[in-house]
């Protein structure tokens, strides 16, 4: 089957190329699987003449194929790289031993890091007790305990 006096392995051919080329304006390691998958497709087409639901069919196995082995060999983006605290500043508290600055009073208190406060619960405890960070809460509250 002809579309427009091309034979389809050639418009396959072309959808990979233009797929990878715009891996370079959307960059997420994405659309270049999907890209080489319409190439193989083309490629095989070329060989073998398959009608359009064949080829769609084998498209989505390379395409299938292709993002697998591309995660495993790209890897996953969920990396902590060098910094995996960054922009979780209270993940980064958790083992760590402060100075109760405000007594915990009915499960809540502050501690002092730095320049900044924290709000904290844990069992009720004076002011002045060393307590150690033991979880986060909602991002924002540390759970600790007496150190």
């Known amino acids: 089957?002809?579309?427009?006096?091309?034979?389809?392995?050639?418009?396959?051919?072309?959808?990979?190329?233009?797929?990878?080329?715009?891996e370079a304006i959307?960059?997420?390691?994405?659309?270049?699987?999907?890209?080489?998958?319409?190439?193989?497709?083309g490629l095989v087409l070329s060989i073998i003449g398959l009608t359009v639901p064949?080829?769609?069919?084998?498209?989505?196995?390379?395409?299938?194929?292709?993002?697998?082995?591309g995660r495993k060999f790209y890897g996953s983006r969920d990396s902590a790289g060098d910094q995996p605290f960054l922009n979780r500043r209270a993940d980064a508290l958790v083992g760590r031993s402060f100075i109760l600055s405000d007594a915990i009073?009915?499960?809540e208190g502050r501690i002092r890091v730095n320049d900044s406060q924290w709000v904290v619960r844990g069992p009720d405890?004076?002011?002045?007790?060393?307590?150690?960070?033991?979880?986060?809460e909602d991002a924002m509250v540390l759970q600790v305990e007496q150190a």
């Open 105 to 107: 009073r009915q499960g």
């Open 125 to 136: 405890l004076p002011a002045g007790t060393k307590v150690k960070v033991v979880g986060v």
């Open 26 to 41: 959307a960059p997420g390691m994405f659309l270049l699987w999907i890209g080489l998958a319409a190439i193989a497709t």
């Open 1 to 22: 089957m002809d579309f427009l006096g091309l034979h389809p392995s050639w418009w396959w051919l072309v959808a990979g190329i233009l797929l990878c080329a715009a």
């Open 54 to 69: 064949w080829a769609l069919m084998l498209f989505g196995i390379f395409a299938i194929v292709s993002l697998l082995l």
